[in-house]
């Protein structure tokens, strides 16, 4: 599993661990609260009864009839209470009265209990024990719902206990509250759940990011493309992305210098061998037009083992920037002008005919020096590779934000097996004509400078044949 739904999850199970036990306590207990709500108004409503009642017997005008009409003109109203989500249209509550010795004296709901004995009955038992007095009972024990709730109060008359006043309230409304409120507390807890998983998601993401720039780099790295490092926070991340990149740069430089080391010697070998193979056939006797070819090889020898130093000392350079030394104001017309005069030489010898198409001159900003090089090594290539009397094109125009330059010759192009190959270092195709191979580092110093300006370079074979190479350069004009 990824560290990011590591942590998704992660999160997702503390919040839902933690939305469940409050949740779960509040419908466990929402009745209880719902009953203590009901409970208090009733306790105080049983003491105002009483105390009425208790009044009307120290002056001898309390009489039941009286009490059980006010209660039956009370039960016949009609009553449109709105009460939140649930409307009430009756009275519920329930009156009776015991004497000192728990006898019913009065019921406002059923006259057939008038002189039952209710001593045993919990909340005319303790009050007349001089204690709080109180019960739930169901009317139906099959119905769970069916409770009513019992509150009572002594009477006193000249203060002393004369009986017990209880008021009574079913618990059906409460029912109905819960039914009403349930519902709503599991949507809200539905609802922040999922809150709560979209921000564990996001946490995941923001958490990660930096590691995913971090795996993207260094797959970069091993594929062997230019990536820049990515930007990365200042905590514990950002410490390990700087411990990578120092250690990145440090097993690049040991392995760049390897394998520097490696090609430099490979390919010094051969003039090398050239050299010291001349050099013993001096020390012996030869005609002077014998002596005068093998000085000449030595020559060339050492000019090909200097050129391709000096190739190496620039393509190291480039290798090791991170970013342009200096950007100017560059006209590329001009440029391509003095590419094409420096090439003059070449062009006349081998009798090519170059043309230079664009529309307008472009500016950009860049490295002139590099880009004069990058520029060069690719006309010197189609040069190289044109036909006696041949013709070379080159074209620059805009792109949308991009600038092209296109270099067409009529050489024979480059074989299917040498396109992934001819940017490597050291690899290179014989010229025709001479058979000569140059460096191989011409065309990986020309993409290491696209590179840099953040451009690319391209070789297409053309189908009416020769080559097409194609520099393609950022318009931040």
């Not at 998601?201 to 995913?212: C, F, G, N």
């Amino acid at each position: 599993m990824k560290l990011g739904a590591r942590i998704f999850f992660c999160y997702l199970l503390i919040f839902c661990a933690c939305f469940y036990y409050p949740i779960d306590w509040t419908l466990g207990t929402l009745r209880i609260r719902y009953l203590e709500g009901v409970e208090d108004p009733l306790v105080d409503q049983a003491n105002i009864l009483a105390a009425v009642v208790g009044n009307e017997m120290e002056r001898g005008v309390f009489h039941p009839g009286n009490l059980a009409q006010i209660f039956r003109d009370v039960y016949s109203r009609s009553l449109q209470a709105d009460i939140y989500n649930f409307k009430k249209t009756s009275v519920d509550i329930r009156v009776y009265i015991t004497d000192q010795a728990g006898l019913v004296v009065f019921d406002s709901e059923n006259k057939a209990n008038m002189g039952r004995d209710f001593s045993k009955w919990r909340d005319v038992r303790l009050t007349l024990d001089g204690k709080y007095g109180a019960r739930t009972t169901q009317r139906n024990k099959a119905e769970p719902t069916s409770s009513v709730l019992y509150v009572a109060a002594p009477i006193r008359v000249h203060g002393e206990p004369a009986g017990v006043l209880t008021v009574a309230k079913p618990t059906t409304n409460i029912n109905n509250f819960l039914s009403s409120a349930k519902p709503r507390i599991s949507m809200k807890g539905a609802v922040s759940l999922l809150i709560a998983a979209v921000l564990s998601l996001l946490a995941s993401v923001w958490l990660t990011r930096p590691i995913k720039r971090l795996t993207q780099y260094a797959h970069s790295i091993r594929e062997g493309r230019r990536a820049d490092f990515p930007k990365l926070d200042r905590s514990e991340i950002g410490e390990m992305g700087e411990a990578l990149r120092k250690m990145q740069e440090a097993l690049e430089g040991k392995r760049y210098i390897e394998e520097y080391v490696q090609t430099l010697t490979h390919e010094l070998k051969s003039p090398l061998s050239a050299i010291r193979g001349a050099a013993e056939l001096l020390e012996e006797d030869m005609e002077p037009a014998q002596r005068d070819r093998f000085l000449s090889n030595i020559r060339n020898e050492t000019n090909r083992i200097q050129n391709l130093v000096e190739r190496l000392l620039e393509l190291a350079y480039l290798e090791n920037l991170k970013m342009l030394p200096k950007q100017e104001k560059i006209s590329l017309g001009a440029m391509l002008n003095t590419v094409v005069e420096s090439k003059q030489p070449l062009l006349t010898r081998k009798e090519i005919n170059l043309t230079i198409q664009m529309e307008a001159d472009i500016n950009l900003k860049g490295d002139p020096f590099l880009l004069h090089q990058a520029i060069a090594n690719i006309l010197q290539n189609a040069v190289d590779f044109s036909p006696q009397q041949g013709r070379i094109v080159i074209c620059m125009q805009p792109d949308g934000n991009r600038i092209v330059i296109q270099v067409d010759d009529q050489g024979p192009g480059i074989p299917d097996y040498a396109v992934e190959k001819v940017f490597e270092k050291f690899f290179s195709l014989e010229r025709p004509g001479t058979g000569k191979k140059s460096t191989g580092l011409g065309l990986n110093f020309v993409r290491e400078v696209m590179h840099l300006h953040q451009g690319e370079v391209l070789l297409q074979k053309q189908s009416q044949g020769g080559l097409r190479a194609t520099l393609i350069l950022p318009n931040d004009q």
